[in-house]
């Protein structure tokens, strides 16, 4: 599966971005998903994840209550919902995807899209 990432932006705390991650190749609805992010200097970091008919998610507590994850199968299209921003959220933010159930580790995740940036202005 190919991932390409988008909708990031620069936007001042309090704001909201949709991010949005495009799948194209092998059925979309067969990948478990997931967001992550990573700020400069930092590691990559879990932010949230979908199962593979989005009855099950699961976020990073730093995220839960603002962020929503939520895919779309038929327009196979993972989103990401970011609300009442930060500027800690600041990062790049990647989708990433996996035939099987993965958790909070990136070296859980076989595909990765190309990462799109997010700037929170304080």
């Known amino acids: 599966v190919q991932l390409q990432a988008s909708g990031g932006g620069l936007v001042q705390a309090g704001g909201s971005l949709r991010l949005s991650c495009a799948a194209s190749?092998?059925?979309?609805?067969?990948?478990?998903m997931g967001w992550f992010r990573q700020a400069p200097g930092k590691e990559r970091e879990f932010v949230a994840s979908i199962s593979w008919r989005g009855g099950i998610t699961d976020y990073a507590d730093s995220v839960k209550g603002r962020f929503t994850i939520s895919r779309h199968n038929a327009k196979n299209t993972l989103y990401l919902q970011m609300n009442s921003l930060k500027p800690e959220d600041t990062a790049v933010y990647y989708c990433a995807a996996d035939p099987t159930y993965s958790g909070f580790a990136p070296l859980e995740y076989d595909y990765w899209g190309q990462g799109t940036l997010v700037t929170v202005s304080s």
């Open positions: 190749g092998r059925t979309f609805s067969s990948y478990f």
